[in-house]
């Protein structure tokens, strides 16, 4: 069975940092691409950041270029988001994704991907 596990969610002041981890159990990842993505309260759940199996050219949203960072240990099969300078408008819950097949590029689309953590939560102060 195929489980996605986050940690590392918080609250923070604005400008602070926090680090997610998200753990796969199950499967090997190594060669599958992963993702983190974010819903606040009312809205749709957003693509936020994602990595192909070789870690090469991570894919991020516009407004999170230059503060977040996504990165993959596949020894460990697990993704990791680095987050900093961060804004009351990145709270929400985020969560992990990962496709269940091999592929050199990344798609925003939830639907695109197979598995799915249960979501760790962030909140950001003004």
């Known amino acids: 069975q195929v489980q996605l596990v986050e940690f590392g969610g918080g609250s923070v002041q604005a400008g602070g940092s926090l680090r997610l981890s998200c753990a796969a159990s199950g499967r090997t990842f190594s060669n599958f691409p992963m993702a983190w993505f974010r819903q606040a309260p009312g809205k749709e759940r957003e693509f936020v950041a994602g990595?192909?199996?070789?870690?090469?050219?991570?894919t991020y949203r516009d407004s999170v270029k230059g503060r977040f960072t996504i990165s993959r240990d596949n020894a460990k099969n697990t993704v990791y988001l680095q987050m900093n300078s961060l804004k009351p408008e990145d709270t929400a819950v985020y969560y992990c994704?990962?496709?269940?097949?091999?592929?050199?590029?990344?798609?925003?689309?939830?639907?695109?991907?197979?598995?799915w953590g249960q979501g760790t939560q962030v909140s950001v102060s003004s």
């Open positions: 994704a990962a496709k269940g097949s091999s592929s050199i590029v990344v798609i925003t689309r939830t639907s695109w991907y197979d598995y």
């Open positions: 990595v192909s199996w070789s870690a090469g050219s991570p």
